[in-house]
């Protein structure tokens, strides 16, 4: 079992940075192995994949590509998402995920509001 726990969401102005932290309950090996992600739901929307991570390759949604980056901390079991210059259409709850083989887990989600 993996609990993983977001912060650092919170409202932000358009153009504006904003760091999401992802806190794993063990070591999940962001960089050398294991797969971690961040999605995002929107009212009204279904959830999306927005970064992925694993053995330290990258990938990105073309929405957030150049904008946003996925890391990870393997010392401290803790997996980040930077957020630059932000949109209003990137309001949203932002969940961590992560994947050990079979088992996938999910964190309760943080909101990140973006206003005009």
């Known amino acids: 079992q993996v609990q993983l726990v977001e912060s650092g969401g919170g409202l932000v102005q358009a153009g504006g940075s904003l760091r999401l932290s992802c806190a794993a309950s063990?070591?999940?090996?962001?960089?050398?192995?294991?797969?971690m992600a961040w999605y995002r739901q929107a009212p009204g929307k279904e959830r999306e994949l927005v970064a992925q991570?694993?053995?330290?390759?990258?990938n990105y949604a073309d929405s957030v590509k150049g904008r946003f980056t996925i890391s990870g901390d393997d010392a401290k079991n803790l997996m980040y998402l930077q957020m630059n210059t932000l949109k209003p259409e990137d309001t949203a709850v932002y969940y961590c995920?992560?994947?050990?083989?079979?088992?996938?887990?999910w964190g309760q989600g943080t909101q990140v509001t973006v206003s005009s």
């Open positions: 995920y992560a994947r050990k083989g079979v088992l996938a887990y």
């Open positions: 063990r070591s999940i090996n962001i960089n050398t192995g294991n797969f």
């Open positions: 991570i694993s053995g330290g390759r990258t």
